[in-house]
Each structure stands twice: as C-alpha cells, then as structure tokens.
C-alpha cells in the first residue's frame, strides 16, 4: 500500500467544514479637528471615566498593573519637591506638573511634600502632606490620575506621594 493509498483511506469519512475567511475590514476612527485656538490635552474617553481617585484606590487598574504599582516596580520619571513652598504656591505647581507630566506622556512621578513636624494636633505643620491627596482628585487634574498611594520610606513614605498617570494617546 502506498501513502496515497494509506491516506486516502485515513480521511475517506471526513467532510470539510465550511470557514468564513473573509473579515470584514475595519475602519480605523475619524481624526477630529478642532480649533486651531483650542488646547486639548485630556481625551474624551479619559474625560469620560469622570471618576476620582482616592488614595490607595487601585479599582481603575487591571490586577496585573495594581500589583506592580503597589511594588512600586516602575521607573519613577519626574519628581516634585514642594519643600519650602506655601500652600497657596503649592497647589498651582502640583497641577501644573501634573499636567506637565501627562503632555510629555510620563507614566509614573512623584511628588515630595515633606512629613512635617505635627508634635501637636493644631500646629499646622504638615499641611502640605495631608492637602496634597485632596488636591489629586480636583478636577482639572483627576481625569489623568490612574493612581497614587505613598512610597516605601526609601522613596519618602508618607512625605511622598507615588503617582501612576493614565496613558495618553498620540
């Protein structure tokens, strides 16, 4: 017997099944223009979420990134160092990083505040480390925060906060 013989006999019963083997092609989204005048720097989709983030709160990630995130495994890619610096002052610098961070499409940053001496319960120091988690979820710069929670002591502790930036596209 040959080998045409031999599998002539080994398929004799099989039918072929009918495929579909051509998809349908995909358009890839529009471009929309806008005003020439007009800064966009937040996609819609980002906009769209609308949700803010608490410290800690790791629910706008996929388990895969909240745990390399929580191991603080990425590459910290600018830092702010708000030492020395008023509340007033504070506030418009970490939104101006924070907006500067996301345009240059840095992922990961992290912010310095300082732990204060708070030897007292009114004794105001330590504002900038208990106001800045607040300031993170304002809304001009919340739409481009995945994430944040304070470092490991090496990286600050709870001076510092350790801050994921959402994506941005093109």
Known sequence: MTDEDV???????????QTNLHVEKIEPPKEIEFR????????????????SVGIDDFSQMDGTLAKRFKREEFKIEAVLDLHGTTEKDAFGRVCDFIKGAYEARKRCVLIVTGKG??????????????????????????????????????????????????????
């Open 36 to 51: 020439q005048n007009k800064e966009v720097t937040v996609t819609f989709e980002v906009l769209k979420s609308g949700k």
């Open 117 to 170: 001496i708070d030897d007292t319960l009114f004794s105001g120091k330590g504002v900038l480390r208990k106001s800045v988690p607040g300031w993170l979820s304002h809304s001009e710069i919340s739409p481009l925060i995945l994430a944040f929670k304070h470092p490991s002591e090496a990286k600050g502790g709870a001076g510092a906060l350790y801050i994921m930036l959402r994506k941005r596209d093109k």
């Open 7 to 17: 599998w002539a006999e080994t398929v004799k019963g099989v039918k072929r099944i």
